[in-house]
């Protein structure tokens, strides 16, 4: 019977790997550094469809990076690891596509949590660094709710800093906008009565010459 502690041990153990393991500290370090500049810096007020695409191609890397793996140490009849590689790799793809093609799933599978989150924690097992098995699998997954959970609450407590400067910098150029519509206003309104007093001007001008010879 598989009970919590269980569970909660087998989740450690596979997250420390991602943190101290030197064989796979490469491949997790940059996921980690992505996962968390994206979540608290760039998709906090929205996923647009240039995020869902930078992610693909970063979640894509990964995968390839995975088969490279099991292609170089002969694993490729590991059904268990190239079934994990290939979904991934495929998933990446499909929100490449998507996102090149602007349509909304895109927004919903790229955002950067799912597939950091799970790209992290199979990494070990890709590597072999943890063995495979049901109970490691079950605690990756019973865990990301709470993981998830976690970091959308921290998420919330940071200070919104990176809205602040978006929004002073809009504020900027809507002035800046308005400067230049009122200079371009003002030169069209100058251009106009030029020309205005040119036109009229060249009348009054004819009309009092034409009156001048008539009388003499």
Same mark, same amino acid.
């Given at each position: 019977?598989i009970?919590?502690i269980?569970?909660f041990?087998a989740?450690?153990?596979i997250?420390?790997?991602?943190?101290?393991?030197?064989?796979?500290i490469?491949?997790?370090?940059?996921?980690y550094?992505t996962?968390?500049?994206?979540?608290?810096?760039?998709e906090?007020k +929205?996923l647009r469809y240039s995020? @869902?695409l930078a992610?693909?191609?970063?979640?894509?890397?990964?995968?390839?990076?995975?088969?490279?793996?099991?292609?170089?140490?002969?694993?490729?009849?590991d059904y268990?690891?190239l079934?994990?590689?290939?979904?991934?790799?495929?998933l990446s793809?499909?929100?490449l596509i998507s996102?090149?093609?602007r349509?909304?799933?895109?927004k919903i599978?790229g955002?950067t %949590?799912?597939? @950091?989150y799970?790209q992290i924690?199979?990494t070990?097992?890709?590597?072999?660094?943890i063995e495979f098995?049901y109970?490691?699998?079950?605690s990756?997954?019973?865990?990301?709710?709470?993981?998830?959970?976690?970091?959308y609450?921290i998420?919330k407590?940071l200070?919104?800093f990176?809205?602040e400067?978006?929004?002073k910098?809009?504020e900027e150029n809507e002035?800046e906008?308005?400067?230049n519509f009122? +200079?371009?206003?003002l030169q069209? *309104?100058q251009q *106009?009565?030029s *020309?205005?007093?040119n036109?009229? %001007?060249? *009348?009054y001008?004819?009309?009092?010459?034409?009156?001048?010879?008539?009388?003499?």
């Amino acid at each position: 019977m598989i009970d919590i502690i269980s569970l909660f041990q087998a989740f450690l153990t596979i997250f420390i790997s991602t943190l101290t393991n030197v064989e796979i500290i490469w491949v997790t370090y940059p996921v980690y550094i992505t996962w968390f500049a994206m979540e608290f810096l760039v998709e906090r007020k +929205e996923l647009r469809y240039s995020h @869902s695409l930078a992610n693909s191609i970063i979640f894509s890397w990964v995968s390839i990076d995975w088969l490279r793996h099991l292609y170089l140490n002969n694993e490729l009849n590991d059904y268990n690891k190239l079934i994990i590689t290939l979904f991934f790799l495929l998933l990446s793809l499909f929100i490449l596509i998507s996102s090149i093609k602007r349509k909304k799933i895109a927004k919903i599978l790229g955002k950067t %949590g799912f597939f @950091s989150y799970f790209q992290i924690m199979f990494t070990p097992f890709i590597y072999g660094v943890i063995e495979f098995n049901y109970i490691d699998f079950l605690s990756v997954i019973i865990f990301f709710p709470l993981i998830y959970t976690a970091v959308y609450v921290i998420d919330k407590l940071l200070p919104e800093f990176i809205e602040e400067e978006e929004k002073k910098f809009e504020e900027e150029n809507e002035e800046e906008n308005i400067n230049n519509f009122a +200079e371009s206003n003002l030169q069209y *309104n100058q251009q *106009n009565y030029s *020309n205005y007093y040119n036109y009229y %001007g060249y *009348n009054y001008g004819n009309y009092y010459g034409n009156y001048y010879r008539y009388r003499r």
